[in-house]
């Protein structure tokens, strides 16, 4: 689901492309040519082809089933958040951060180390992809650990995975969820440790772990940054800011929760 | 004080005239999200037709959010002019719609009746205007401002050239930055927005910006806009600042999320002037605002939407700035769920601030989950065009790289020029021409590859 690369394009006269060693510098789309004032046909095409991988991203439907299949028979359970359908998850995000009645009186309280949550999130291509290889991936790595079944939410918010783990009483959750489609990227999932969490936990206390997919950070390298962040957690027993402070790869990416600002940062 | 309305044999009653504002305002998802809009379409045109009948001396009478409890009303209630206002002190919210599409409402009698409107007064009559009537009193009129050219003339539209980059790689935005001007973008500000957000980065990105701008002696300013503590501190270590950036809200509590007090602009403000590196005046702030950014950081105090972001002009009126943005649709559809909705809200935003003496520009964009594409921004830059927007933010092939998300291309804001006649600022359009850009016989920006113009070596 990557950007195709832009063909490349001549000048009228059918001269080579001097854009070409510009384009190495950036991902943007630079130097793409007019047609008088306009865009020429074959860039307006590729712009509609990437915009419409981005929004079937966003409405695809989990297929639930085909984690089951995937998974082999290995135990999991299914919940679906209190957002009837898709529309209505978008709108309201509030009602994909808690659990559907049924859902929460179907979770049983157990004694667990942490729980691994797949939310389909604004990409269920991404949870598609990446949740089951990433959950194989820690469980290797968390030997000793009393692991959760997998839980796989439908129209869920990262926050979901809070009343996830308060219901099966894990001390900690690792939501798993598709990140809002780029026009480059439709398929990048990203992951949030909480330790302790309980509804209604503020963003601040998670570690966020993003841009997971093919040609982003791979699961491997994910995984290894997660069990480190986990093993940390269980010892500090806190998770977000805290956390982020101790870590020794200062490049580890904190919470970037879309907001109004373009200055992401403010 | 309640207000109320018959309507198809149904009365409707509204609580206070904030319940009334939010009843009144065009269905959007925000105001549903925080449980304020309208119930059903006939109260929302109940709402309008009590909304119409209201006193405008009432809003300067009652505090939607308490005098006591928020320095924005403070600054609202404490710069109001009533001499300005007088003329209008016994209209209702109708009657002032009514005026505002008079003849009698020139150009000269609206800059002369801005500091009597408050936001609320401005957001009021919004909600009791179609698009059309926001369009052609927007285009009435004329907010100019100056810092190395002229932003607002009649019959310009400038643009902001903005070059991101996912890692802040300078060549890579020198190439972006390249590209847009060879399309004509840039006039308003070549703005980035930084991926990190340090004061170490920012002094990097603005050296390079100030180095390109210098070379060619481009008439425009340039702006990394990072947090307005970060561009103070930039300025202590004699970085290049031409503008202080800062998002902002119609709340005190929505900018204490932002991390900014009014006294931290008003210092950024007093830094920036002191450098006097304006040429042709001496406006130095560019904010960006938005609608639902209030509700987002849970400080909207039960007001609308589109009332609270209102507000957040009087903060940016209070700075004289050069350059202010609706960032429309950015935000997502929580808030704006749809095209309709994000261009009702681009026009609406603009029209406020115009009404209120800000020059307002707009970011039309949108993002992967909102139900919106390309055609909607198509519409709505026409649309904003055509009432007189300040200036429109451009990037290459319509694709942000570095935010993940859709704005205007280039190509796009060129169109629009040509479609309706609009020029650059004109120190701006006079250096287009100058470096054989731009060519005056055809009136056309000439289709040049880098290496064909003198701005080929702005990518070292």
Redesign the interface.
């Given at each position: 689901m990557t950007k195709k690369p832009l063909p490349p394009s001549k000048?009228?006269d059918g001269a080579p492309d001097?854009?070409q060693d510009?384009?190495s510098?950036?991902?943007?789309?630079?130097?793409?040519?007019?047609s008088g004032?306009?865009?020429r046909t074959t860039?307006v095409l590729t712009?509609?082809a990437?915009?419409a991988q981005?929004?079937d991203?966003?409405h695809t439907p989990l297929d639930v089933q085909a984690m089951l299949e995937e998974l082999n028979g290995i135990s999991c359970l299914c919940v679906r958040s209190r957002a009837a359908d898709r529309s209505t998850y978008?709108?309201?995000?509030?009602l994909g951060r808690r659990l559907a009645p049924e859902s929460l009186a179907f979770l049983q309280k157990g004694e667990w180390d942490v729980v691994f949550v797949a939310a389909d999130g604004?990409s269920s291509i991404a949870t598609q992809k990446g949740a089951i290889p990433l959950f194989r991936a820690m469980q290797a790595r968390l030997k000793g650990w009393r692991i959760a079944p997998l839980v796989i939410a439908t129209q869920g918010r990262v926050a979901l995975g809070d009343e996830i783990a308060s219901a099966l009483g894990a001390r900690m959750v690792v939501m798993m969820i598709g990140e809002?489609?780029?026009?480059?990227v439709?398929d990048s999932m990203g992951v949030y440790l909480t330790y302790a969490p309980y509804v209604g936990c503020p963003d601040s206390a998670r570690n966020c772990l993003s841009n997971i997919h093919q040609h982003g950070l791979p699961t491997t390298v994910a995984a290894d940054k997660l069990a480190w962040l986990m093993q940390q957690a269980m010892q500090l027993k806190l998770t977000g800011v805290g956390l982020k402070d101790a870590a020794p790869d200062s490049s580890l990416p904190e919470n970037p929760t879309?907001?109004?600002?373009?200055?992401?940062?403010? | 004080m309640s207000f109320q309305c018959s309507l198809g044999g149904e009365r409707y009653v509204f609580d206070d005239l904030k319940a009334l504002m939010a009843a009144a305002s065009p269905l959007r998802s925000g105001d549903e999200l925080a449980g304020l809009a309208a119930t059903s379409d006939a109260q929302r045109i109940a709402a309008r037709y009590a909304l119409a009948d209201v006193p405008l001396d009432l809003f300067v009478r009652t505090e939607l959010i308490p005098y006591e409890a928020d320095d924005v009303t403070r600054l609202i209630m404490d710069t109001h002019d009533t001499a300005a206002f007088a003329p209008f002190a016994s209209m209702t919210v109708g009657d002032l719609r009514d005026w505002l599409l008079s003849h009698e409402a020139t150009t000269a009698a609206l800059t002369a009746a801005a500091p009597g409107f408050t936001p609320e007064m401005a957001a009021a009559v919004s909600k009791i205007m179609r698009n059309q009537d926001l369009m052609s009193v927007a285009r009435k009129m004329r907010v100019v401002t100056r810092f190395r050219n002229t932003i607002g003339l009649e019959g310009c539209l400038a643009s902001r050239l903005q070059p991101n980059h996912p890692t802040d790689d300078l060549k890579g935005i020198a190439a972006s930055t390249l590209d847009g001007l060879l399309y004509g973008m840039g006039d308003a500000v070549i703005g980035i927005n930084p991926a990190t957000d340090s004061v170490v980065n920012g002094l990097a990105l603005l050296d390079m910006l100030d180095h390109a701008r210098r070379r060619y002696d481009i008439p425009t300013q340039t702006c990394v806009l990072t947090h307005v503590t970060n561009t103070l501190e930039i300025i202590n270590k004699g970085g290049a600042v031409d503008l202080v950036f800062q998002s902002i809200a119609g709340t005190q509590k929505a900018n204490e999320g932002f991390g900014v007090t009014l006294d931290i602009l008003k210092e950024a403000h007093e830094a920036a002037l002191s450098l006097k590196r304006g040429t042709v005046g001496d406006n130095v702030m560019y904010f960006e605002t938005g609608q639902g950014a209030a509700l987002s950081a849970e400080a909207h105090h039960g007001l609308d939407q589109q009332t609270v972001e209102a507000r957040a002009y009087a903060v940016a009126r209070a700075f004289r700035p050069l350059l202010v943005n609706t960032v429309v649709g950015f935000i997502g559809p929580e808030y704006l769920y749809d095209g309709k909705q994000i261009i009702r809200a681009g026009l609406e935003d603009h029209f406020c601030a115009k009404l209120l003496g800000v020059p307002m520009g707009c970011d039309a964009c949108y993002t992967n989950h909102a139900e919106a594409d390309q055609d909607d921004m198509d519409n709505l830059m026409v649309l904003l065009g055509a009432a007189g927007i300040t200036f429109l933010i451009g990037v290459p092939g319509a694709d942000d790289i570095m935010l993940n998300y859709q704005s205007l291309s280039f190509h796009d804001i060129l169109t629009l020029r040509s479609m309706l006649n609009l020029r650059p600022a004109p120190e701006f359009a006079a250096w287009l021409e100058q470096m054989g850009l731009f060519d005056a016989q055809s009136g056309r920006m000439r289709e040049l590859a880098p290496h064909q113009t003198r701005l080929a070596q702005l990518v070292g």
């Amino acid at each position: 689901m990557t950007k195709k690369p832009l063909p490349p394009s001549k000048n009228r006269d059918g001269a080579p492309d001097v854009w070409q060693d510009l384009r190495s510098l950036t991902r943007a789309r630079i130097g793409l040519g007019r047609s008088g004032n306009a865009q020429r046909t074959t860039d307006v095409l590729t712009f509609q082809a990437a915009h419409a991988q981005a929004r079937d991203a966003v409405h695809t439907p989990l297929d639930v089933q085909a984690m089951l299949e995937e998974l082999n028979g290995i135990s999991c359970l299914c919940v679906r958040s209190r957002a009837a359908d898709r529309s209505t998850y978008l709108r309201r995000p509030d009602l994909g951060r808690r659990l559907a009645p049924e859902s929460l009186a179907f979770l049983q309280k157990g004694e667990w180390d942490v729980v691994f949550v797949a939310a389909d999130g604004l990409s269920s291509i991404a949870t598609q992809k990446g949740a089951i290889p990433l959950f194989r991936a820690m469980q290797a790595r968390l030997k000793g650990w009393r692991i959760a079944p997998l839980v796989i939410a439908t129209q869920g918010r990262v926050a979901l995975g809070d009343e996830i783990a308060s219901a099966l009483g894990a001390r900690m959750v690792v939501m798993m969820i598709g990140e809002r489609p780029g026009l480059s990227v439709a398929d990048s999932m990203g992951v949030y440790l909480t330790y302790a969490p309980y509804v209604g936990c503020p963003d601040s206390a998670r570690n966020c772990l993003s841009n997971i997919h093919q040609h982003g950070l791979p699961t491997t390298v994910a995984a290894d940054k997660l069990a480190w962040l986990m093993q940390q957690a269980m010892q500090l027993k806190l998770t977000g800011v805290g956390l982020k402070d101790a870590a020794p790869d200062s490049s580890l990416p904190e919470n970037p929760t879309p907001s109004i600002e373009k200055d992401p940062h403010a | 004080m309640s207000f109320q309305c018959s309507l198809g044999g149904e009365r409707y009653v509204f609580d206070d005239l904030k319940a009334l504002m939010a009843a009144a305002s065009p269905l959007r998802s925000g105001d549903e999200l925080a449980g304020l809009a309208a119930t059903s379409d006939a109260q929302r045109i109940a709402a309008r037709y009590a909304l119409a009948d209201v006193p405008l001396d009432l809003f300067v009478r009652t505090e939607l959010i308490p005098y006591e409890a928020d320095d924005v009303t403070r600054l609202i209630m404490d710069t109001h002019d009533t001499a300005a206002f007088a003329p209008f002190a016994s209209m209702t919210v109708g009657d002032l719609r009514d005026w505002l599409l008079s003849h009698e409402a020139t150009t000269a009698a609206l800059t002369a009746a801005a500091p009597g409107f408050t936001p609320e007064m401005a957001a009021a009559v919004s909600k009791i205007m179609r698009n059309q009537d926001l369009m052609s009193v927007a285009r009435k009129m004329r907010v100019v401002t100056r810092f190395r050219n002229t932003i607002g003339l009649e019959g310009c539209l400038a643009s902001r050239l903005q070059p991101n980059h996912p890692t802040d790689d300078l060549k890579g935005i020198a190439a972006s930055t390249l590209d847009g001007l060879l399309y004509g973008m840039g006039d308003a500000v070549i703005g980035i927005n930084p991926a990190t957000d340090s004061v170490v980065n920012g002094l990097a990105l603005l050296d390079m910006l100030d180095h390109a701008r210098r070379r060619y002696d481009i008439p425009t300013q340039t702006c990394v806009l990072t947090h307005v503590t970060n561009t103070l501190e930039i300025i202590n270590k004699g970085g290049a600042v031409d503008l202080v950036f800062q998002s902002i809200a119609g709340t005190q509590k929505a900018n204490e999320g932002f991390g900014v007090t009014l006294d931290i602009l008003k210092e950024a403000h007093e830094a920036a002037l002191s450098l006097k590196r304006g040429t042709v005046g001496d406006n130095v702030m560019y904010f960006e605002t938005g609608q639902g950014a209030a509700l987002s950081a849970e400080a909207h105090h039960g007001l609308d939407q589109q009332t609270v972001e209102a507000r957040a002009y009087a903060v940016a009126r209070a700075f004289r700035p050069l350059l202010v943005n609706t960032v429309v649709g950015f935000i997502g559809p929580e808030y704006l769920y749809d095209g309709k909705q994000i261009i009702r809200a681009g026009l609406e935003d603009h029209f406020c601030a115009k009404l209120l003496g800000v020059p307002m520009g707009c970011d039309a964009c949108y993002t992967n989950h909102a139900e919106a594409d390309q055609d909607d921004m198509d519409n709505l830059m026409v649309l904003l065009g055509a009432a007189g927007i300040t200036f429109l933010i451009g990037v290459p092939g319509a694709d942000d790289i570095m935010l993940n998300y859709q704005s205007l291309s280039f190509h796009d804001i060129l169109t629009l020029r040509s479609m309706l006649n609009l020029r650059p600022a004109p120190e701006f359009a006079a250096w287009l021409e100058q470096m054989g850009l731009f060519d005056a016989q055809s009136g056309r920006m000439r289709e040049l590859a880098p290496h064909q113009t003198r701005l080929a070596q702005l990518v070292g």
